[in-house]
């Protein structure tokens, strides 16, 4: 009876991923006739919806030891849908379109909660919410709008897969001391502007937003951003981030993560400096011989700097990763370098040098030139 329904729900899965995928553009649809508006001016009206996207779409040319390769890619399709109709309380959908090892398109949820605004809970703890559905994780949303290139790949701990950026679960997130003034958050970055820093906690089903739960146990993570020196110099930022939990299979292998980052942000140029060591994954796939953990440790460096008069930006970004067990894969490098021309708001233009580098081998595993539009309205 077990195996009949196995093959059942394997002759079935190829038509309820069709359907999920015409119910997700559907609801896509529908969200985008609900509302006229397509901009985000800081109110909110209770009886609009307010949508944006995020495109990355690519023309990459590369080579790997096995030939060349070239292609036009989507990376990541988003479309996202707002809807505030309390002061305290807002909702969010997020749908998430890219392209499978296979080339073909699938659409996702990447977010789906509602978040709830608590104000200050005196003068050090302030603009305090809480995000509760598929939401957000609490270490990524904070790097990438430090990094605000995503649009080139996944930052340093995803894209060496220790994990994403949301999960099921629920974030409780908020500022240390009041909100920074307008200069810095005009000038420099209007994103997590607590004086003094600022925090997010949670608890996650530990799979990611594109896993099913494999097993009972739950993750918790949190991170800590302090800027040391609060208004005098608002442009560091101290941070630390901690994982606990288990990886994504019934065996279920320890994980931890530990990462601490030094960020400078400036009108002129951005630099940060990133260590993460721990043990384990989410998928849970980074286990010994004897099924315990394999550790990790790894360091990363991002640069950008900018050249507002002309409108572009030059960045650059070294990572170096190792997974610390017998026959497992090897130590890489990583080398990024890219010029970006933006224009009308958030929307960029990227050409970008990537190489791979295992160091058991003499030549880049893997080198790749890439031309990115990232196109992002309102």
Do not use: C
């Not at 080139?152 to 409780?172: I, K, P, W, Y």
């Amino acid at each position: 009876m077990t195996l009949q329904r196995r093959d059942l729900r394997e002759e079935m899965a190829p038509q309820m991923k069709s359907k999920r995928l015409v119910s997700l553009t559907l609801a896509a649809a529908a969200l985008a006739f609900a509302s006229p508006a397509f901009a985000d001016d800081g109110e909110h009206d209770p009886d609009e919806v307010k949508l944006s996207t995020l495109w990355y779409l690519h023309s990459i040319y590369g080579s790997r030891p096995e030939g060349n390769y070239s292609a036009f890619r989507v990376g990541r399709g988003y479309l996202t849908a707002k809807l505030q109709p309390e002061d305290y309380f807002a909702a969010r959908i997020t749908l998430d379109a890219h392209q499978n090892d296979e080339g073909d398109m699938a659409v996702r949820l990447k977010y789906l909660y509602g978040q709830f605004f608590f104000g200050d809970l005196g003068s050090i703890v302030t603009d305090t919410n809480l995000e509760y559905g598929l939401v957000h994780t609490p270490w990524l949303d904070y790097e990438e709008h430090i990094n605000h290139y995503r649009m080139q790949g996944t930052m340093f701990v995803e894209r060496n897969n220790l994990f994403n950026s949301a999960d099921f679960g629920l974030t409780l997130g908020g500022l240390f001391g009041k909100k920074l003034d307008d200069e810095y958050t005009k000038k420099v970055s209007k994103y997590y502007p607590g004086t003094f820093g600022s925090f997010a906690v949670g608890v996650y089903n530990g799979g990611g937003y594109h896993a099913e739960e494999a097993n009972e146990n739950k993750t918790v993570e949190g991170r800590v951003s302090v800027r040391p020196l609060g208004p005098i110099l608002p442009n560091l930022q101290l941070s630390y981030f901690g994982l606990y939990g288990k990886g994504n299979t019934e065996e279920a292998p320890d994980w931890q993560v530990h990462a601490g980052m030094a960020s400078f942000e400036h009108e002129y140029f951005v630099l940060s400096a990133t260590y993460s060591a721990g043990k384990g994954n989410q998928k849970g796939d980074q286990v010994a011989a004897d099924g315990e953990a394999s550790r990790f440790a790894g360091y990363s460096g991002f640069a950008e700097v900018k050249f507002p008069w002309i409108d572009s930006s030059l960045i650059g970004r070294y990572d170096r990763f190792d997974w610390d067990t017998d026959g497992g894969p090897a130590p890489t490098q990583r080398f990024v370098w890219g010029a970006a021309y933006h224009f009308y708001g958030h929307n960029a233009i990227l050409v970008d040098w990537d190489w791979l580098i295992d160091e058991d081998q003499s030549e880049p595993v893997e080198k790749t030139v890439k031309a990115t539009l990232q196109v992002s309205l309102p």
